[in-house]
């Protein structure tokens, strides 16, 4: 385990000249993580395109069962796996629009709660900043637990009868679908 470490991003054509700055330094327990970084940046994108294609297949049949919970997804589905929950769970999961963003697309989130009224409430937004990718699908991730695994898991009904849960799983819209759509290089 190291304890004074840093991890450095540098460019291929820089390497041999940082390399001997750090020795002539007199730094020499260097360790290369990642020798390729576009190579790992290129598989992720064909990982992604590969899970987004499947994506598109399974909420063609409307299924929660097919809606792929460790992939990214679009907004527009996004938004069809939230309209499929509220219409399949109508007593526990209600969206809501808050309003439209500058690109015209609603900006929506879900109400999760049980019948009890006068409850505090939790509210989580996502996806605040467009290429965090993993928060969008975090929420989704919680939204899933909350919603399924009411009446069937003690715990998450404790949290559902004592919360109403406000959930926005993408306060960015715009960017987020300008992040999945426009290539980024490093």
């Given at each position: 385990m190291y304890r004074n470490h840093a991890d450095v991003l540098v460019a291929p054509e820089f390497l041999d000249p940082f390399l001997a700055l750090l020795r002539m330094r007199g730094i020499n327990d260097i360790h290369i993580v990642v020798n390729d970084i576009q190579k790992e940046i290129d598989r992720e994108r064909r990982d992604l395109a590969y899970a987004m294609k499947r994506s598109r297949r399974s909420m063609r049949d409307n299924s929660l069962a097919n809606f792929n919970l460790i992939a990214y997804h679009r907004y527009d589905k996004i938004v069809k796996y939230l309209e499929m929950l509220s219409r399949l769970y109508p007593d526990l999961a209600e969206i809501f629009n808050i309003t439209k963003t500058y690109e015209d697309r609603?900006?929506?989130?879900?109400k999760i709660g049980s019948q009890v009224s006068y409850k505090p409430a939790v509210f989580i937004d996502a996806g605040v900043h467009a290429r965090e990718w993993i928060a969008p699908a975090t929420a989704l991730y919680i939204i899933n637990k909350l919603v399924?695994?009411?009446?069937?898991?003690?715990?998450i009904t404790d949290m559902v009868d004592k919360f109403d849960w406000y959930i926005v799983p993408v306060a960015n819209p715009d960017g987020y679908e300008y992040s999945m759509t426009t290539v980024h290089e490093l």
């Amino acid at each position: 385990m190291y304890r004074n470490h840093a991890d450095v991003l540098v460019a291929p054509e820089f390497l041999d000249p940082f390399l001997a700055l750090l020795r002539m330094r007199g730094i020499n327990d260097i360790h290369i993580v990642v020798n390729d970084i576009q190579k790992e940046i290129d598989r992720e994108r064909r990982d992604l395109a590969y899970a987004m294609k499947r994506s598109r297949r399974s909420m063609r049949d409307n299924s929660l069962a097919n809606f792929n919970l460790i992939a990214y997804h679009r907004y527009d589905k996004i938004v069809k796996y939230l309209e499929m929950l509220s219409r399949l769970y109508p007593d526990l999961a209600e969206i809501f629009n808050i309003t439209k963003t500058y690109e015209d697309r609603n900006l929506i989130g879900i109400k999760i709660g049980s019948q009890v009224s006068y409850k505090p409430a939790v509210f989580i937004d996502a996806g605040v900043h467009a290429r965090e990718w993993i928060a969008p699908a975090t929420a989704l991730y919680i939204i899933n637990k909350l919603v399924t695994e009411y009446a069937k898991n003690p715990d998450i009904t404790d949290m559902v009868d004592k919360f109403d849960w406000y959930i926005v799983p993408v306060a960015n819209p715009d960017g987020y679908e300008y992040s999945m759509t426009t290539v980024h290089e490093l």
